[in-house]
């Protein structure tokens, strides 16, 4: 079965520091992954997409996220967080164009002052 | 543009009273709508989906049902909540082939008591 493994659920970091939020998703022919971010009582918010093209994915708020076919890997990244990024993040997989994602199950950002 | 409007934004229900969560989207035609529940501290889970009018996919048995009288709205139902219904509620629009991603709402906050 598809599925999408976000080993951290909670990740504190200080801010200034980097961060790294870890998406794995298991094997398939060929799939479009995303990240997505969720303020507290608010719609989840699109960060990025990778669907083809350059492994090294920019999206919105200074975050990144590189695709590893051979790890099956889609890790977001930003080299200095914010209090402002304290939120809850979503990888998302959809495989082989199928009607709908596969959602991991997310990682709460703490940034700390 | 297009957006995509959910409400109300937060509702109080007591146990065994019905429900009824309305989400338009504006700017597009013939989207795929989404409905997902995200409960505490847990991920999001797909509750139905439709892609088109009058044609709705239930991806879980439960108290609840949905509805598109429109092609642009969608409707989550029950007759008889239940304090398990209790949750944050999203709907979501996409158009065919997911490379665009999903567009979500601002969410339901739903406390059945």
């Known amino acids: 079965a598809q599925s999408v493994t976000q080993l951290d659920s909670q990740v504190p970091v200080f801010e200034e520091a980097p961060v790294e939020l870890r998406c794995n998703y298991s094997?398939?022919?060929?799939?479009?992954l995303f990240w997505y971010v969720q303020y507290p009582n608010q719609g989840l918010q699109l960060l990025l997409k990778?669907?083809?093209?350059?492994?090294l994915v920019k999206g919105i708020n200074g975050f990144e996220a590189e695709f590893n076919k051979s790890q099956t890997s889609f890790h977001l990244r930003k080299p200095s967080v914010h209090i402002s990024d304290t939120a809850e993040y979503f990888c998302?997989?959809?495989?082989?164009?199928?009607?709908?994602?596969?959602f991991g199950p997310g990682t709460r950002l703490s940034v700390l002052p | 543009s297009q957006t995509i409007h959910q409400w109300p934004a937060t509702l109080v229900q007591p146990v065994g009273s019905p429900l009824s969560l309305e989400c338009t989207v504006e700017?597009?035609?013939?989207?795929?709508l989404y409905w997902y529940r995200q409960a505490a501290g847990r991920g999001l889970q797909l509750l139905f989906y439709?892609?088109?009018?009058?044609?709705i996919s239930s991806e879980v048995p439960q108290n609840l049902s949905a509805s598109r009288p429109q092609d642009r709205q969608f409707i989550l139902s029950s007759k008889k909540l239940l304090l398990s219904d209790s949750g944050f509620y999203l709907c979501?629009?996409?158009?065919?082939?997911?490379?665009?991603?999903?567009?979500f709402g601002s969410g339901t906050r739903l406390t059945v008591v």
């Open positions: 979501a629009w996409s158009l065919g082939v997911l490379g665009r991603g999903y567009t």
């Open positions: 094997s398939s022919v060929s799939v479009y």
């Open positions: 990778y669907l083809s093209g350059s492994t």
């Open positions: 998302a997989v959809t495989y082989n164009y199928g009607q709908n994602f596969v």
């Open positions: 700017g597009t035609s013939n989207p795929n």
């Open positions: 439709s892609v088109g009018i009058g044609q």
